[in-house]
């Protein structure tokens, strides 16, 4: 299996790098808006799909949008910890316009948690390593609180609000944390609000971290802060396990100081609807960010992933790479990676991947990289995305050597995933992973 390594800026630009990068592990080199144009000239098959998206509220691309931030920098975007500054989503803003709106609605009205006498709607276990300090709780307004997280919809400003103490986990000035923190987050009902606010931070030159597991089913609206010190090393894994009928959105957002190290790792298998939105900053000179998701969308399961990146210092280097697979009528799943460079962000480094394997008829994914850049004084910038079916030439080979097509399937999807799963550091959800996405294996191809 050939795979092809383009984590560094040196691709940029460079056709042949990318569609190696579309083409390695089984999926072929083809765009998300070819996949579009094809469906459009299918005929009446394509103006079905189309039908089906409008009727969920979703804009395709091509068609218009007339929001305010239609045409506006993403630099521009309202941040507010005030939910009256925010109006309900619609497809014509282009933030919203792939999401099927109608089967989000209930996280856009501002509702509180609805805990029950012992029964919350969200249940929280927390695990905390050896030499860090006991969990706290933040009052909105109370440092470190609203740091880095400054809400930019009506989801995030709403489990803000809503939320009137922050889980605070800390990693101590100088420690070096072995342990991950762990935080495991148990819906107990698929028609309970939840709201939440966490807060993870490392103190300078401090080693740490954190797990978010998140389970069970609920209405979930959260907000994740994640603050990394001068030279301290973060590691943020969040996974969504959620039941079938779960609704989820959630707003991560990070600022890095100087020479920080941030490693972002998202991983959503499960959930009816989950939209995560994933925001790095960075406020210093030499600091890195990296991340890293995977995702597997099922029949009528929808999963989006957006990214930004706020390169709003100089000499800073990010990495993004987002690699899903899709199976069954109606799944779908949509990965949007915005990088902004700034004018001041002289020497930046920077790249964003994303691959999607359709493993089905009746699935789609749409992928939009974006870069926006402001200064000419670059080191690299670059970014790479496919969309693609089974490579024929590849079952052929596998099974040319005896191994039946079921396996050989397998095997590629296996592939497919495996040098994203080799970078999560704990070695109890590498393998947890692996099992799940076996499962979904098992399922699909039996």
Not at 381 to 390: K, L, S
């Amino acid at each position: 299996m050939t795979t092809t390594d383009v984590k560094g800026p040196e691709s940029s630009g460079d056709e042949q790098a990318n569609e190696a990068v579309g083409g390695a592990a089984g999926a072929a080199p083809v765009a998300a808006q070819d996949v579009l144009v094809e469906d459009e000239d299918r005929g009446e098959a394509g103006r079905t799909v189309r039908a089906e998206l409008e009727d969920e509220g979703i804009a395709l691309p091509g068609s218009p949008a007339s929001g305010e931030d239609s045409h506006a920098t993403r630099a521009n975007r309202v941040r507010s910890f005030e939910v009256a500054d925010f109006s309900r989503p619609t497809s014509k803003d282009e933030e919203w316009r792939f999401t099927p709106l109608r089967v989000l609605s209930p996280l856009f009205e501002d509702l509180p948690t609805e805990d029950l006498e012992g029964d919350p709607a969200v249940a929280y276990e927390v695990g905390v390593p050896e030499g860090a300090p006991e969990a706290s709780t933040l009052a909105p307004g109370q440092s470190p609180r609203g740091t880095a997280l400054v809400p930019e919809d009506i989801v995030s400003a709403v489990a803000s609000a809503r939320t009137e103490q922050a889980l605070h986990l800390r990693a101590p000035r100088g420690a070096e944390l072995s342990d991950p923190f762990r935080v495991a987050i148990t819906g107990r009902g698929a028609e309970r609000r939840g709201n939440a606010h966490v807060v993870l931070e490392t103190e300078e030159s401090s080693v740490a971290t954190f797990v978010l597991d998140h389970t069970g089913s609920a209405r979930f609206a959260e907000n994740v802060e994640m603050i990394v010190g001068d030279n301290s090393q973060m590691t943020v894994i969040s996974l969504q396990n959620w039941d079938d009928d779960a609704l989820h959105i959630s707003a991560h957002h990070s600022r890095l100081g100087r020479d920080a190290r941030l490693k972002h790792i998202v991983v959503t298998l499960g959930g009816r609807a989950v939209r995560i939105n994933a925001i790095g900053e960075f406020s210093a000179p030499g600091s890195e960010l990296e991340k890293l998701g995977l995702y597997f969308s099922d029949e009528g399961q929808f999963l989006e992933h957006r990214i930004f990146v706020d390169h709003a210092a100089p000499k800073c280097t990010s990495n993004s790479a987002y690699k899903g697979a899709l199976q069954g009528k109606g799944a779908r799943s949509v990965w949007v990676g915005d990088v902004l460079i700034r004018k001041e962000a002289e020497g930046t480094s920077t790249y964003e991947l994303n691959r999607n394997l359709v493993l089905t008829e009746g699935a789609r994914a749409d992928s939009v990289p974006n870069l926006e850049i402001e200064t000419g004084e670059i080191e690299g910038a670059g970014h790479a995305a496919a969309t693609g079916r089974f490579d024929d030439e590849q079952l052929f080979y596998l099974r040319a050597r005896g191994i039946p097509e079921l396996e050989a399937r397998r095997l590629v999807v296996r592939g497919f995933f495996a040098e994203l799963i080799q970078q999560i550091d704990v070695p109890e959800i590498r393998e947890a992973l692996t099992d799940s996405i076996e499962a979904e294996l098992q399922r699909s191809m039996n």
